[in-house]
């Protein structure tokens, strides 16, 4: 039967946009409409409340991942027994890819004897490995090379990447032991001779995630990440080699986050975007393998226990968008060596997805979704538009040395921690629902020595900065424990509650999460209208900050009172939950600051740390 002989719901008025819009606008109560039902991302990408057939943009399909993507998990360790038995543990019980990182002057280290150390046991025609070599691209690749002829596998079984990434190292260290340009050529050399015996190893990583950390957009990092894949094309066909095999010596690196809908849409675009690029270069068929590694910027230090949510929400974004490969970082990266526990609950958050869920058991599950199907197309286009923006500047390595690529990095971050200042942005157990009594994870190791960095007279530039969402809030925790190891107990502020619950619960709740995001126990009184006993509450709290909480009605009967008493009793600051009209009526009465939805919130707890003395 074909749709045009279905009857379903043919006794209603067909829906339209219109009748819709009609609906929801009633409802607003005069509210403008694009401003409440739609927002943007910081690309200017519209995203709208509702998407149909009418206002979709659909372009062309991303040639998607089929079937199962890899389960990768990270090593850094510099011990080298545990880095081996880590790596054991965790191909056991379920993952099929290894990213080990090597370190000069640490282990794991550059030489074949040291990579031998550290996958002893470890079957490299049954897993794929990627390593992550930095400056030591090419004795890292020459140490594994000899490491697979001593073992003697069968070439076309070895899966993986070498990962050399120089211009990305250049951009994330500020240098390189020789000038970029030569590094291109020694690099194009050995993808040369790999093609030639180990068909499934690719040699480079265009990896966008570090622009990613430095707080670009998604077309950003797609752009960049384009830039960086075409200058490795470049200089393997400069080197001799036929773009239909060089094509086949890139993989390629995004980094996911808890932006689904982002997250999954860019996936999507990257690969139609790289289709374009081989298409434009006259290559066909040439995969795209496209890793995708859970983002450190959403990462928080405090309650880390939330990253365990964000790295599932990653994964499924970087699932549904089609990567080949996810590697989830364990919740507790930032705090030190991962213990046994969060490196296999990020192994196993993959392995339910991917086997209890069934997220890769269908190719592409956005296709045909009228939303992400508009926004992975308008992505195209903004990404597009920054490639093209920097490959006119001379190409990624010319935008590095100028500058350009920093300053647009700079520029980016500046408005996204605008809006984490004034909370626009949450960061759910950072600037929104602390924790402040939360038991620190005890069961990690300690973080790596940072190792010298090497001599060399190659290129430097301003490196791309390193940020995570969450650091402003986590300085003033971090002043918040320092005072409280000095003086026994956390700085302090009293809630100063009017009225009844009722009355006070809703602003009492968000002065509480207000001040507690920086580390500023809230001591919340019990509520009434007697001044007397309000500053006595406060006086028992031993606080010297205090905010009043409750209606606006019942501010314009008690608030001037109750911020009089508490004055008296030794409030050395007062502020108000609430942005009441007549703001001189409540300073004259001694209230010196009013919080509420919008306000600075960085701006305002930096300032109360002062006043207790808490800040550095």
């Not at 939330?306 to 929400?313: D, E, K």
Request: aromatic share 8%; proline share 4%.
């Amino acid at each position: 039967m074909t749709s045009e002989g279905l009857s379903l719901a043919s006794e209603f008025d067909p829906a339209t946009d219109e009748a819709w819009r009609a609906l929801v606008e009633k409802t607003l109560k005069g509210k403008p409409f694009d401003a409440v039902m739609q927002s943007n991302t910081y690309d200017g990408i519209p995203v709208k409340a509702l998407y149909t057939k009418d206002n979709a943009k659909i372009g062309p399909l991303p040639a998607s991942r089929f079937g199962d993507w890899g389960l990768s998990v990270p090593h850094w360790n510099p011990d080298v027994k545990a880095t081996n038995e880590a790596i054991i543990e965790d191909l056991t019980r379920g993952a099929t890819g290894i990213a080990l990182r090597l370190q000069a002057g640490a282990f794991p280290g550059v030489s074949t004897a040291e990579l031998e150390r550290a996958l002893k046991g470890v079957y490299l025609n049954m897993a794929t490995l990627t390593l992550i070599p930095g400056e030591e691209y090419e004795a890292g690749a020459e140490a594994l090379l000899l490491l697979l002829d001593d073992r003697a596998y069968k070439p076309s079984e070895i899966k993986g990447c070498l990962g050399i990434d120089p211009i990305s190292t250049l951009a994330q260290t500020g240098r390189l032991k020789e000038p970029v340009l030569e590094a291109l050529t020694i690099a194009a050399g050995i993808a040369a001779g790999v093609a030639g015996k180990y068909p499934g190893l690719a040699t480079f990583m265009a990896d966008g995630g570090l622009y990613h950390m430095s707080g670009a957009t998604e077309a950003q990092e797609l752009g960049l990440m384009l830039a960086t894949g075409v200058a490795y094309l470049r200089s393997m066909e400069e080197q001799g080699m036929d773009l239909n095999v060089a094509a086949r010596q890139i993989q390629f690196s995004l980094s996911a986050d808890t932006d689904l809908y982002l997250t999954v849409a860019k996936f999507r675009a990257a690969r139609l975007l790289w289709q374009q690029v081989l298409e434009a270069s006259g290559v066909s068929g040439a995969p795209m393998i496209l890793n995708g590694v859970s983002s450190l910027r959403m990462v928080s230090v405090y309650d880390p226990w939330v990253n365990i949510l964000r790295g599932t929400v990653a994964c499924f974004g970087a699932g549904i968008g089609g990567a080949d490969n996810i590697c989830i970082l364990p919740h507790d990266t930032m705090l030190g060596m991962s213990s046994e526990f969060a490196r296999r609950i990020a192994r196993n958050t993959q392995i339910i997805l991917q086997e209890e869920s069934g997220l890769s058991k269908v190719s592409d599950p956005a296709m045909g979704a009228y939303a992400f199907e508009t926004i992975t197309s308008e992505l195209c286009d903004k990404s597009w538009e920054y490639f093209t923006k920097i490959e006119s500047s001379g190409g990624i390595v010319t935008a590095l040395r100028e500058g350009l690529i920093q300053s647009d990095m700079r520029e980016i971050w500046a408005k996204r921690r605008h809006d984490l200042s004034i909370r626009k942005q949450a960061i759910t157990g950072v600037s929104e629902f602390p924790n402040i009594n939360e038991e620190p994870i005890t069961d990690i190791g300690a973080m790596p020595t940072p190792v010298r960095e090497l001599a060399g007279s190659g290129d430097t530039v301003e490196p791309i900065e390193f940020h995570r969402l969450g650091e402003d809030f986590e300085v003033l925790r971090a002043f918040s424990d320092s005072y409280a190891d000095k003086n026994g107990a956390r700085p302090s502020i009293f809630i100063a509650n009017l009225g009844m619950a009722a009355d006070f619960t809703a602003r009492s709740t968000f002065a509480k999460n207000f001040f507690e995001a920086g580390g500023i126990r809230a001591h919340v009184g019990e509520g009434g209208l007697e001044s007397a006993a309000l500053a006595a509450s406060f006086q028992a709290s031993g606080a010297k900050l205090a905010v009043l909480c409750s209606t606006d009605a019942l501010y314009e009967s008690t608030a001037i009172g109750a911020a009089k008493a508490l004055k008296a009793a030794g409030a050395n600051y007062l502020y108000l939950a609430g942005k009441p009209k007549d703001f001189e009526r409540y300073t004259a009465a001694g209230v010196d600051e009013f919080i509420y939805m919008g306000v600075d919130v960085l701006q305002s707890l930096a300032h109360a740390h002062s006043l207790i003395g808490a800040s550095a």
